[in-house]
Nanobody, 122 residues
Framework: QVQLVESGGGLVQAGGSLRLSCAASGRTFSSYAMGWFRQAPGKEREFVAATSRNGRSTYYADSVKGRFTISRDDAKNTVYLQMNSLKPEDTAVYYC???????????????WGKGTPVTVSS
């Protein structure tokens, strides 16, 4: 089992940038594929980005391609989400997720953090 704790959320103006962090503990970090999801008020949770266990492959939702970048630092047991050119539509609670396979991280992650809110103003 792995514990996930997000940080880095906050208020930002449209067009600005923000970097989210997710610290993992409990097992070897490299054993997990990692991902980010988000949930806006009144909407279902949606996939944002994911990285494979070895960090060689990344996946992004169409809505964030070219603006967001996911990365991982196994030495720090941390995954990041660099968010640039933020839009009001990006406003949501962002959740870190982990899965034991590269595929399941984008469909049904086994572990979740508690979330960190991101608000983008116009």
């Amino acid at each position: 089992q792995v514990q996930l704790v997000e940080s880095g959320g906050g208020l930002v103006q449209a067009g600005g940038s923000l970097r989210l962090s997710c610290a993992a503990s409990g097992r070897t970090f490299s054993s997990y594929a990692m991902g980010w999801f988000r949930q806006a008020p009144g909407k279902e949770r949606e996939f944002v980005a994911a990285t494979s266990r070895n960090g060689r492959s990344t996946y992004y939702a169409d809505s964030v391609k070219g603006r967001f970048t996911i990365s991982r630092d196994d030495a720090k047991n941390t995954v990041y989400l660099q968010m640039n050119s933020l839009k009001p539509e990006d406003t949501a609670v962002y959740y870190c997720a982990a899965a034991e396979t590269d595929y399941s991280v984008v469909t049904a992650p086994g572990y979740w953090g508690k979330g960190t809110p991101v608000t983008v103003s116009s």
